[in-house]
């Protein structure tokens, strides 16, 4: 997702507010963690992902699997992705 520039002013502290609808749209919850890191003159915030969160549901779970390059899915998560592939694949067939 790309979206216009936000201007926010950094307070006393150096904290600088996130917008809502970036909160909203990568589920950043009150106190949640966020990396930051620097890239010559830019400042960089990601996500803090959990370990364990699958990357379609969220979900926190030991019976999550890690599969190659990183990547964390629930059963739930991948039967989401099965089901985006599969339509995905029909709508190239058609």
Do not use: W
Not at 21 to 35: A, Q, T, Y
Not at 70 to 77: C, K
């Amino acid at each position: 997702m790309k979206s216009k520039g936000r201007v926010r002013k950094v307070d006393q502290l150096g904290r600088v507010a996130l917008p809502s609808e970036i909160r909203r749209v990568l589920n950043i919850k009150e106190k949640g963690p966020v990396k930051i890191s620097m890239n010559e003159d830019k400042i960089i915030l990601r996500k803090k992902r959990h370990l364990l969160e699958c990357m379609i549901t969220g979900e926190i779970s030991l019976q999550n699997r890690l599969y190659s390059g990183g990547i964390v899915l629930s059963t739930e998560g991948v039967e989401k992705l099965f089901e985006q592939l599969k339509n995905e694949r029909e709508k190239h067939l058609l």
